[in-house]
């Protein structure tokens, strides 16, 4: 067998920070058996030249929980495992030169708030005071986050690894992974030093992460950028402040033009993410060499040069040190900047921990989530802004550098809610795209789905910058308005190509959905909405479930859960089991027709029966042309969803179309139907429905049939109801200023957080602010007044009645 174990419980491949902390998150919950493999020596791929920062803040929720973690982890790891940390919190502060950056600063000050943390913000006084060498002259304000701060990168993953060792698990240095197959349900990992049989295997590969994917037959989402920071001589001005201070100076980011200015023994480190950036390995002519391990780049300051002029104006005494070492370095991206952490797509017992931009801030939180993921095929918090599966098929090379770059380039910008970013698109186009462009369709991409978002009226401003704002009333608000109202009023259509579909078919297929979802399986001809919950009795995702036949199902869901939800199924599906899913998303489209003229624009153009009742479905003909007439509304009007294959898109929608010309119909985009669906309190996936609620949290009693045999997630759904809900979902009516509560939110009470928003928007039929959200269980009676954080101001927000804010008795859904 040569020199290495022939069995572990878990392989993991790459000896970098993250595959480092995920053996000993492993190690420490008590699976020793395992082992990581190093190609070289541990970090020597981005961790050995990462600068070692380690801040907390983040905009995603799940981002910040991990980032937040790994400073827990990080303050106590030296003494923990005997191993001396060269680790400063020195805090930082992040400037601000706009008001809309100070309220994206607020908006994160109230998330770690809620998360324990005291962010603070400064104004320019303020900011002078605890960095007496900045220029503030131009500033609106800063973010102090007293948590951040800089870690040696090699010491943090040499002390992971004791930890791991002295735990019992094992590292295998300079023994590359050289393949892998699947043999009697194990992973069977070559190296040259032996053969290694594993349950599982973990990609911790870093910028090699899609070398190693390709063993697996995968094609990774991600590609490698050229990041470079600068090291300057001493300065005594600095010693001096140190001295007096006892202490490091803050880490300075300038985030609106793009680095980060940090105290480096007395010197400095600057580090840009510049706009004119460069990807590596990228094209034919420059391939990945076989082994960059330690090696850096060529120097390229070139293109760094404004960068350092602006940082010499903000911080004058940077102009009087001497530039000492460039770092040019390579760093993995993904299409939207965050890692992958989760079940490999389509590989069973195979995990992703890879592709970290931010690999030593974040490492300790995912060594945790990647333990986590392994051990009990779920995690503490719900992490789908890091799963793997959020990237699909459509996700080709060429789009992985165009986003990377664009991510890399606006590193620090902020993520307007009605923002889109441009490169990577037209990736999937309807067949009828270039009609409702024509129409004035602004457009947004959804599992590579190009949809209108809204449709601009002459003269509206379609502009990029008019998107970049936090404001309710944009340059959108008016024609959603519009579309709004006409759905209210008369009837509007959708084009909404994308959702993804599986057809469930077989013996058994009712009484296995049946063991899968809390609620039940509708009988042929209905359709009706089905809760997955795990273990937990956390909700794991929500699919339309359209029963064909006795055991002939088609599965309807979001378009981005296409591989989250296929992979649930398949991982539930009994051995043996006759019962076939099928991934059907590329052959249908859909169409949404709905509003109180629905029926008699159908009319003209169907013999269908119009008259059957709501959560209903039957095969028709429209323009001659075989359809699915589904009877439900997501937009809470009477209405129906029109299936087709795809290529019978064009004729259909030109049907309606011209039907509808006379009624007052509109097209209507994303915008009007997130509005629309606010007011009838329908949940969105991956907001207000993920695994950080238990099906009860979030008020889907009425989903969950007790009476039913065993379902999954029911014993803990028992348990639940017995012991009660510590929170419970709510809707909520807000006073709010120019924005709408965003995400995650803070509620207040008394003085005391006692809660969360999920959603939030504008009601325009209601022409109200809703919040949608989570809230402590005794405090969730109609009428009871709560605070609403929006971007640190405290809103009234009154808990509405439990039922839709719209139509409250469904008279108009059920016409």
């Not at 790459?14 to 008590?30: F, Q």
């Not at 603070?120 to 800063?142: M, V, W």
């Not at 929608?653 to 509109?666: I, N, R, W, Y």
Request: a negative charge.
């Amino acid at each position: 067998m040569g020199e290495i174990a022939g069995h572990a419980r878990v392989v993991i491949i790459g000896g970098g920070v993250v595959g480092v902390s995920a053996l000993y998150h492993l190690a420490k919950a008590g699976w020793t058996d395992c082992l990581l493999l190093e190609k070289n020596e541990l970090t020597a791929g981005s961790t050995w030249h990462a600068a070692g920062n380690v801040p907390t803040f983040s905009s995603s929720w799940s981002v910040m929980n991990m980032q937040r973690y790994s400073t827990e982890l990080y303050r106590g790891l030296a003494e923990e495992v005997d191993y001396p940390m060269n680790y400063h919190v020195t805090g930082s502060i992040r400037l601000g030169h706009s008001k809309e950056r100070l309220r994206e600063f607020q908006r994160v000050a109230g998330m770690g708030r809620y998360q324990g943390m005291d962010l603070d913000i400064l104004s320019p006084d303020e900011i002078k005071s605890r960095y007496p060498f900045a220029e503030t002259h131009d500033l609106t304000g800063a973010l102090y986050d007293p948590y951040d701060g800089d870690i040696d990168p090699a010491q943090l993953t040499q002390a992971l690894a004791k930890g791991a060792r002295d735990l019992g698990a094992k590292i295998y240095r300079f023994c590359p992974a050289t393949g892998v197959r699947r043999e009697n349900d194990e992973w069977v990992i070559s190296t040259d030093k032996g053969e290694i049989r594993c349950e599982y295997v973990v990609n911790a590969a870093g910028y090699y992460a899609r070398e190693v994917g390709k063993m697996f037959g995968r094609d990774m989402p991600m590609m490698v950028m050229s990041h470079q920071y600068m090291l300057f001589d001493e300065v005594p001005e600095v010693e001096a402040w140190s001295k007096e201070n006892g202490k490091k100076l803050p880490l300075v980011r300038d985030v609106d033009s793009s680095y980060y200015l940090r105290q480096e023994k007395n010197g400095f480190n600057l580090g840009p993410y510049e706009l004119n950036c460069r990807a590596h390995w990228a094209t034919p002519d420059d391939p990945m060499p076989e082994d960059f391990s330690f090696q850096l780049f060529p120097d390229d300051l070139d293109r760094l040069e404004w960068y350092i002029n602006d940082a010499v104006e903000r911080v004058p005494l940077l102009g009087t040190a001497g530039l000492t070492k460039t770092i040019n370095g390579p760093i993995p991206y993904t299409p939207d900047g965050n890692p992958l952490i989760g079940p490999m797509p389509g590989v069973p017992n195979a995990f992703e921990a890879c592709v970290f931009t931010f690999g030593i801030c974040q490492g300790g939180g995912a060594g945790k989530v990647l333990a986590e993921w392994v051990m009990h095929g779920e995690t503490e918090w719900d992490m789908w802004s890091c799963d793997p599966r959020r990237f699909t098929a459509f996700c080709d090379q060429d789009y992985a550098i165009a986003k990377g770059k664009e991510v890399y380039g606006h590193e620090y910008a902020m993520h307007f809610p009605h923002h889109a970013w441009p490169a990577g698109r037209n990736k999937k186009l309807s067949p009828v795209h270039d009609r409702i462009a024509d129409l004035g369709a602004q457009f947004g991409a959804y599992n590579g789905w190009e949809r209108a978002n809204w449709y601009a009226r002459p003269g509206d401003d379609t502009s990029e910058e008019a998107t970049q704002t936090w404001a309710r009333e944009g340059a959108w608000f008016e024609a959603v308005r519009d579309e709004c109202l006409a759905v209210r009023d008369a009837a509007g259509i959708l084009d909404l190509p994308g959702f993804s579909r599986f057809k469930v078919q077989g013996p058994g297929a009712r009484d296995w959905l049946n063991t899968l979802i809390t609620g039940m399986v509708p009988k042929p001809g209905r359709i009706g909405l089905g809760y997955f919950a795990d273990e937990r009795g956390r909700i794991v995702t929500e699919m339309s479930l359209m029963a064909l036949d006795e055991d002939f199902f088609f599965l309807i869901t979001a378009a981005t859960a296409q591989w989250h939800d296929f992979e649930w199924l398949i991982k539930n599906l009994p051995t043996g089991s006759e019962i076939a899913i099928e991934d059907v998303t590329e052959a249908f489209a859909c169409q949404i027709l709905s509003g109180p003229k629905s029926r008699e624009i159908l009319s003209a153009v169907t013999e269908a029966d119009l008259s059957k009742p709501w959560l209903t479905h039957q095969s028709a003909q429209i323009a001659g042309t075989w359809c699915q007439l589904v009877r439900v509304s997501f937009a809470g009007e009477l209405g129906w969803e029109i299936h087709t294959k795809v290529d019978d898109t064009v004729p259909v929608f030109d049907a309606v179309m011209q039907a509808g010309q006379a009624l007052g119909l509109k097209p209507f985009g994303m915008f009007a139907l997130n509005s629309l669906r606010l007011e009838k309190s329908y949940r969105a996936w991956k907001g207000d429905l993920s695994t950080d609620y238990t099906m009860l949290q979030g008020g889907l009693e009425r989903f969950v049939k007790f009476e039913k045999p065993d379902f999954i997630g029911k014993q803990a759904l028992l348990a639940e109801r017995q012991r009660g809900v510590s929170k419970r979902f709510v809707t909520l009516l807000v006073d709010a200023g120019d924005c709408d509560a965003p995400y995650m939110s803070t509620l207040w009470h008394d003085g005391k957080v006692v809660g969360e928003t999920t959603s939030g928007g504008w009601g325009h039929r209601i022409g109200k602010s809703i919040a949608l959200g989570m809230v402590r269980a005794d405090l969730t009676e109609p009428g009871t007044v709560l605070e609403v954080e929006i971007f640190g101001e405290r809103f009234v927000a009154t808990v509405a009645p439990d039922e839709p804010l719209w139509d409250p008795r469904n008279e108009r859904l059920r016409a």
